[in-house]
């Protein structure tokens, strides 16, 4: 049974992640509710969410056409980012994680809940940049985001699609592509420092993981029908109930 809730709640994270580049508030609370301690829960949920990647970017091939400069200029950020992270999720008492995570969740709960349609966006970045240059400083902003997420990644989807779409011109299809390559590779490389160096409980890794695969394939199509700003702010909602349960015994 078990098995199968993991399954379940891997398809609706990666769906999640898809709609609103919030994976981890449902996949992360579905490892917590199996009896993973927070730490052993994050790193797990992040060795799982590389098949979530996997899925996502093999949908979305037509999107990524000519984008493999940009995709280069980003890379080393992401990577460098990636590995800033898990490292300082390792380095980090598991003590001061419980402590921080509610607060991650919080803020990634009320930036979902903040966040403007994709759109309107997409409209804003391609004002701001009407030849499609992108800023100098956008291999540094990828850097920070994939520290983020490296080290837990709730939300970070959210900002590194925000940042794309405002920075870059591209629409939403072609921006999410790009975000779910970059931020795939942040995330694999945080994966292989945990495989080798902190300990993954496989037992829940691999039905996540298959859901989450499932769930990235799906979510190119399910979005575009999906009532998004509906999904965001009860995601958020959510969000934010499972922030405050988890402040309550970090703090209580």
Known sequence: MEFVLLVLAGVAAGLTGSIAGLASLVSYPALLATGLPPVTANITNTVALVLNSVGSVSASRPELRGQGRRL???????????AAGAALLLLTPSSAFERIVPWLIAGASIALALQRSPGVLAVEGAKHHPEHRDPWWLPLGTFAVAVYGGYF??????????MYLLTTGEGLPRG?????V????ANAVAA????????????????????LFVGGRLGPRVVRRAPQTVLRRLIALAGLGLA???AVQAYG
């Not at 999410?176 to 779910?180: D, R, T, V």
Request: no cysteine; glycine share 16%.
């Open 153 to 162: 990644g709730a939300a970070a989807g959210v900002m590194m699609l925000a």
């Open 192 to 211: 292989i420092g945990f495989l080798f160096l902190a300990p993954v409980a496989w037992s829940a890794a691999l039905p996540l993981a298959l859901g």
């Open 182 to 185: 970059v931020l795939g590779m």
């Open 244 to 246: 405050i349960h988890l």
């Open 72 to 82: 280069l200029r980003l890379s080393a950020g992401a990577v460098l980012g990636g």
């Open 176 to 180: 999410n592509a790009l975000k779910n």
